[in-house]
């Protein structure tokens, strides 16, 4: 009886702890790659196929907007880049939502007024990265 307790304890403690993690990283933008570059794990640890799945999702939803724009971004290299990308555009006025992608080196924006492709891009830019060519 006590043994089963303790485990059900044990569970919900890694259960919790799982979901802090999962909450600090998306949210509060404080995840850590598994390496610098993210090219020890090509792509295949849990956190890069968690990223791939919310891009995707993203993506999605911003696809049924009437506008939004794609941007290539150089300089990103790992999951905390994507956060400070989709961070500086969500902070626009007029962009809804963002999601960015670190296999295709761009982000997507959509909005819900039409914004200038120069803000867009010094919105980048701020955040420490190159923006390249917007695509409508």
Not at 56 to 69: D, L, Q, S, T, Y
Not at 90 to 113: F, M, R, W, Y
Request: proline content about 1%; some cysteine; hydrophobic content about 40%.
């Amino acid at each position: 009886m006590i043994a089963t307790i303790v485990l059900g304890i044990l569970i919900a403690a890694a259960f919790g702890y799982g979901l802090h993690k999962i909450y600090r990283s998306f949210f509060k933008g404080e995840a850590a790659c598994c390496s610098e570059d993210c090219s020890s794990c090509n792509g295949g640890c849990s956190m890069q196929k968690a990223l791939d799945d919310g891009y995707r999702a993203r993506v999605e939803k911003i696809k049924r907007f009437p506008i939004h724009r794609t941007i290539d971004i150089d300089g990103m290299t790992c999951e905390k880049c994507i956060f400070k990308v989709v961070r500086a555009l969500e902070k626009i006025d007029g962009v809804t939502i963002a999601a960015a992608s670190l296999e295709k080196q761009s982000a997507q924006a959509g909005l819900s007024k039409d914004v200038p492709d120069d803000v867009l891009r010094e919105a980048i830019n701020k955040a420490g990265y190159s923006a390249g060519a917007v695509i409508n």
